[in-house]
């Protein structure tokens, strides 16, 4: 059964910073391009971001690129997203989860998520 873990969501102004960790368990981790997902109020799912399963490619969505960095820890089977330059529309629930093909996917569930709130 696979589970995903997100946190270090927060309240943090504009133009801050904040780490995101995603600790999977219950798959082969190291196998799998994975992402982080976000949705804010009202809105659909949206792909920020992905890594390959190595770790050498990262590809981000115009909205976040040049802010936000993805990274891996193969074994500590956790994703990372730093994200810098926060700005209010960066407001969501963020999530991990697998990327097939470059389009969302996932391991047939979904965590909790982590609440980002960036305000003044």
């Known amino acids: 059964q696979v589970q995903l873990v997100e946190s270090g969501g927060g309240l943090v102004q504009p133009g801050g910073s904040l780490r995101l960790s995603c600790k999977v368990s219950?798959?082969?981790?190291?196998?799998?391009?994975v992402g982080w997902y976000r949705q804010a109020p009202g809105k659909g799912r949206e792909l920020v971001a992905h890594?390959?399963?190595?770790?050498?490619?990262?590809t981000y969505a115009d909205s976040v690129k040049g802010r936000f960095t993805i990274s891996r820890d193969n074994p500590k089977m956790t994703v990372y997203l730093q994200m810098n330059s926060l700005k209010p529309d960066d407001t969501a629930v963020y999530y991990c989860?697998?990327?097939?093909?470059?389009?969302?996917?996932?391991?047939?569930?979904w965590g909790q998520g982590t609440q980002v709130t960036v305000s003044s």
């Open positions: 989860n697998k990327v097939v093909g470059g389009a969302p996917a996932d391991f047939g569930s």
């Open positions: 219950g798959v082969s981790f190291s196998l799998y391009v």
């Open positions: 890594i390959t399963s190595g770790g050498g490619s990262t």
